[in-house]
């Protein structure tokens, strides 16, 4: 049985996989002092819970905070008794080329979405993902990565703000009624939701533009629904993007025999 991690500089996602879908899906906080005896029982307690009986033998890691791989690659060695593959080492084959300068590290987490949106739709894709920052990530008619955009995220941009200019208070994201806000809050919701709605669109079209070909655009990401209310912002909305990529690459890896 598979168990595929995504470690993501805000939070941890954990999914079982039987190789046709996950079983369960669980999310923690990404903290690099978490050993891997702490991952253990977290893990475990949580599928005693949901009487998930099975035996984790394969480990994939895709990991944007290189400080917690160490603790999840003594998890697999001491607990699952195997050697994970981790996305971004040079023994972790990709289906896909990446296409950019020349001693450029991409982002794990951006080559795994690249994959995902492939296996599912194809070439020729804006893959937009709602997390710590909002990326933009193209994906060329080979399904080859070559390149894309990083702005601050939804959540980074509202603790700034608030941070920033003491009068302000913290407030969540939600889609205002009005564009014009009567109080502070109303403002700062308003300016937040419409700014990135306005950032989305702007930095799709560009792309699209300087592409020279249609594109579909995908975004992934817990505030993309919220972003896709009455705008046609995007062409699908996948929740498990970055999950579906890694099994994508694990199955890859065995069919290439290097697992």
Do not use: K
């Given at each position: 049985m598979l168990l595929a991690i995504d470690c993501g500089n805000t939070n941890t996602v954990f999914s079982i996989w039987?190789?046709?879908?996950f079983l369960a899906t669980w999310r923690t906080a990404t903290e690099w002092q978490r050993t891997a005896d702490q991952y253990y029982?977290?893990?475990?307690?949580?599928m005693t819970h949901q009487k998930i009986d099975v035996e984790i033998d394969e480990v994939i890691i895709s990991s944007t905070v290189p400080r917690v791989v160490f603790n999840l690659r003594v998890l697999c060695n001491r607990y699952f008794d195997c050697r994970p593959l981790v996305v971004g080492k040079p023994e972790c084959l990709l289906p896909v080329d990446v296409r950019v300068d020349e001693g450029t590290a991409v982002g794990p987490d951006r080559l795994v979405n690249t994959v995902a949106g492939h296996d599912l739709y194809g070439g020729d894709l804006i893959l937009v993902d709602?997390?710590?920052?909002?990326t933009f990530d193209v994906a060329?008619?080979?399904g080859a990565y070559i390149g894309g955009v990083i702005s601050p995220g939804v959540?980074?941009?509202?603790e700034a703000l608030h941070q920033a200019?003491?009068?302000l208070p913290h407030v969540d994201i939600t889609k205002p009624e009005k564009v014009i806000?009567?109080?502070t809050v109303a403002c700062m919701q308003s300016g937040v939701f419409w700014g990135y709605v306005g950032l989305i669109n702007g930095v799709t079209q560009q792309i699209k533009a300087e592409h020279g070909r249609p594109m579909k655009v995908i975004s992934t990401g817990g505030l993309a629904p919220?972003?896709?209310q009455g705008h046609a912002l995007f062409d699908h909305f996948e929740d498990d993007l970055t999950m579906h990529g890694l099994t994508v690459i694990h199955k890859y890896n065995k069919d290439q025999g290097t697992l």
């Open positions: 039987d190789g046709e879908q029982v977290w893990l475990t307690t949580l709602f997390g710590t920052a909002t060329d008619f080979d959540n980074l941009s509202l200019a003491a009068a806000g009567t109080n919220l972003f896709q």
